[in-house]
């Protein structure tokens, strides 16, 4: 047949097999057969053959053996393989990743654990990524995404922390030291400012009373729970001080805190001065005021 002067077979490509719309597979199902194996890739580009690829790559989907279980991942193997898994954090539609912890791995027990982020701000949405690492390179993110929030104030260290929603009143102030300079000859000063002193002070005033799991408040015996507070706000260990409003400091605890009484025995109001240190944002300072172990 013509049809304007151009046969069905006068394309280049007219015996070419139609193209093939393939959606991405999300399921798959065999049956009614003895099977050895069943590997599934990512990589498109493999080359036809019986022979089925023993090595796990990342793009390694599943791979099936059926010794007797329907196991298809790859523990076993990433098990002797990866050195480690990192976890990170960064705060979403930016760039930078913290490197918050490094799990050693030995065998496949070691892909169970569990690790609380507690340098987070409020009112924020952080992505966390698992990363295996393999002869120290960094392998694929596995990524999930977490709105973080929080009610009250939190003071604390690596292992230790303190908080409250009660009667909270927190003050801070910007200081970056300046000498006024006044002069024979001129009506108005020079203000001068030298070194790179840029940082927060401030003061908290809260009532402390511990609270149980069921977050009831522990009335009895308060002062127990206050002078461990106590303990710990002279202890002189940098901290995190953070607030429900989405402000994190790092900081040290100046002068001596002090106690009032607010018409109750057992309402306490404790006040503390605080100066910031560090950059509660930064690895490397996290690093350095051992906040995190691992310095990447």
């Known amino acids: 047949m013509i049809f304007s002067g151009i046969s069905f077979c006068s394309g280049k490509y007219s015996l070419d097999y139609t193209p093939t719309y393939i959606p991405n597979v999300t399921f798959m199902k065999i049956k009614n057969g003895i099977f050895d194996d069943l590997y599934v890739s990512k990589n498109g580009n493999m080359n036809d053959s019986s022979e089925i690829p023993t090595d796990w790559d990342f793009n390694t989907i599943l791979y099936a053996m059926f010794k007797n279980n329907l196991l298809a991942g790859n523990i076993e193997y990433t098990s002797s393989q990866v050195s480690s898994i990192r976890l990170k954090r960064r705060i979403k539609n930016t760039y930078d990743w913290i490197t918050l912890f490094e799990i050693p791995v030995s065998d496949s027990s070691d892909f169970i654990f569990e690790r609380y982020d507690f340098y987070n701000q409020s009112n924020i949405e952080y992505e966390y990524a698992l990363v295996p690492v393999i002869n120290n390179i960094e392998g694929t993110m596995s990524i999930n995404e977490v709105l973080s929030e929080f009610e009250g104030i939190f003071i604390l260290e690596k292992d230790r922390v303190f908080k409250t929603i009660l009667d909270i009143e927190l003050q801070s102030q910007k200081n970056r030291p300046n000498t006024i300079v006044n002069t024979i000859d001129r009506k108005y000063p020079f203000v001068v400012s030298n070194g790179q002193n840029n940082y927060y002070s401030g003061s908290v005033s809260a009532t402390f009373i511990e609270q149980d799991n069921n977050s009831d408040f522990k009335i009895n015996d308060g002062w127990k729970f206050r002078e461990s507070l106590m303990e710990f706000l002279q202890n002189g260990k940098p901290k995190i001080l953070k607030y429900d409003d989405g402000r994190m400091?790092?900081?040290?605890?100046?002068?001596?805190?002090?106690?009032?009484?607010?018409?109750?025995?057992?309402k306490i109001t404790t006040t503390f001065n605080w100066v910031e240190t560090g950059d509660a944002k930064s690895s490397n300072d996290?690093?350095?005021y051992n906040f995190i172990n691992v310095d990447l």
């Open 249 to 266: 400091w790092l900081v040290s605890i100046v002068d001596n805190p002090s106690e009032q009484p607010d018409g109750h025995p057992q």
């Open 286 to 288: 996290l690093y350095d």
